[in-house]
């Protein structure tokens, strides 16, 4: 079947640190899979932060960024210089096209930035 | 501009007991997805609906777990009996098509 696997947490940064949580994906079902990263907050629910669905190209939002790598199979996120404010649990995930939020989510790495 | 709504945010039942959890998606919505998560087995798939069919139900969560989406603005999962180890957050989403997909904050529930 379809897996993700991810850094396991909890990651803690100061802030002004480069991140990077790693994400590698088996899509055994899916010829042509698309890449989500999603973040939840505290006290919030789960939000998308960048997708992907075509290998090779690089997704980006609030400072976050991803490349979706067919040949490593891999979506890692990175950020040059986290904030307080990016203290959330991400998840890494993977779905086919139109299937909207059927996904086969990673475990979650719970990211802590120290002030 | 409403988002997923889940109710309640909390439950705390005895073991044997039936709950039901609610969720209302997103106007115009028509796939809707029910998800459980646990610090050990992260986001596992529970059902997921397209236009009020049931497309999937999650093999290993039939047993004790029903979906139902009796229109296309509510939804329910019934946990019957529940057990301790049912004891998790419980998360609803919904979309349209490849559109982004609206998560709602949570159920999270303890079976005692």
């Known amino acids: 079947g379809d897996s993700v696997t991810q850094t396991e947490g909890p990651v803690t940064v100061s802030e002004s640190e480069s991140l990077i949580i790693n994400c590698t994906y088996s899509?055994?079902?899916?010829?042509?899979?698309?890449l989500f990263w999603y973040v939840r907050y505290p006290g919030e629910g789960l939000q998308l932060l960048l997708k992907?669905?075509?290998?090779?190209q690089k997704g980006s939002s609030r400072g976050f960024e991803a490349t979706y790598n067919k040949e490593t199979t891999s979506f890692h996120l990175q950020k040059a210089s986290v904030q307080e404010s990016d203290s959330a649990v991400y998840y890494c995930?993977?779905?086919?096209?139109?299937?909207?939020?059927?996904?086969?989510f990673g475990g979650g790495t719970r990211l802590t930035v120290r002030p | 501009d409403a988002g997923v709504t889940q109710t309640p945010r909390h439950e705390v039942a005895e073991k044997g007991q039936t709950i039901i959890l609610k969720c209302e998606p997103v106007?115009?919505?028509?796939?809707l997805f029910w998800y459980r998560q646990t610090k050990i087995q992260g986001l596992e798939l529970l059902s997921y609906?397209?236009?009020?069919?049931?497309?999937?139900d999650g093999g290993a969560f039939k047993d004790r777990f029903k979906a139902e989406m009796l229109n296309s603005s509510f939804s329910t999962l019934k946990i019957q009996p529940t057990e301790p180890k049912d004891s998790a957050v419980y998360l609803c989403?919904?979309?349209?098509?490849?559109?982004?997909?609206?998560f709602g904050k949570g159920t999270r529930l303890t079976v005692v």
């Open positions: 989403a919904s979309g349209r098509g490849n559109t982004e997909v609206f």
């Open positions: 899509a055994t079902s899916i010829a042509y899979p698309n």
């Open positions: 992907v669905i075509t290998a090779g």
């Open positions: 995930a993977l779905g086919a096209y139109n299937a909207g939020a059927k996904l086969t």
């Open positions: 106007s115009g919505h028509n796939d």
């Open positions: 609906f397209r236009s009020k069919s049931l497309m999937e």
